[in-house]
C-alpha cells in the first residue's frame, strides 16, 4: 500500500513561487506515474501535471504551463511541483496522486493512491 503526503502549501502574493513536495512511505513510488491535481472551492477537480515513472516525460495543463514544473527524486521517493509565477486563479487545494500503469493520464479516476491535500491560497 503506498501512502502520499503533500507539503509546501501556503498563503502567498501574487508572482511568488512555492515548490509543493508529495513524500511517499511505505510501498516505494519509484515505479509509479506521479500527478498532482487541485480543488478550489465549488469546482471541479482538475489536473495540474503529471510525470512518468522514469522522470523522462512530463505533461500539464496548458494554464499552468510555462509556470509550473514537476519533478521526481527517486532516491527520496519524492515528487515535486514548482510553482513560479503564482496567480490568484491557482488557488486550491493540491493533491498528488500516483498509478502503477504507464502513461500520462490526466483524468483521476485512473489513479490509484492520493495524499490528503495542502492548501494553496494566492492573494493579489
Known amino acids: 500500500q503506498v501512502q502520499l503526503v503533500e507539503s509546501g502549501g501556503g498563503l502567498v502574493q501574487a508572482g511568488d513561487s512555492l515548490r509543493l513536495s508529495c513524500a511517499a512511505s511505505?510501498?516505494?513510488?519509484?515505479?509509479?506515474?506521479m500527478g498532482w491535481f487541485r480543488q478550489a472551492p465549488g469546482k471541479e477537480r482538475e489536473f495540474v501535471a503529471a510525470?512518468?515513472?522514469?522522470?523522462?516525460?512530463?505533461g500539464y495543463t496548458d494554464s499552468v504551463k510555462g509556470r509550473f514544473t514537476i519533478s521526481r527524486d527517486s532516491a527520496k521517493n519524492t515528487v515535486y511541483l514548482q510553482m513560479n509565477s503564482l496567480k490568484p486563479e491557482d488557488t486550491a487545494v493540491y493533491y498528488c496522486?500516483?498509478?502503477?500503469?504507464?502513461?500520462?493520464?490526466?483524468?483521476?479516476?485512473?489513479?490509484?493512491?492520493w495524499g490528503q491535500g495542502t492548501p494553496v491560497t494566492v492573494s493579489s
Open positions: 496522486a500516483a498509478r502503477e500503469t504507464p502513461g500520462l493520464p490526466t483524468m483521476s479516476r485512473v489513479y490509484d493512491y
Open positions: 510525470i512518468s515513472e522514469t522522470g523522462l516525460n512530463t
Open positions: 511505505g510501498r516505494t513510488v519509484s515505479r509509479y506515474a
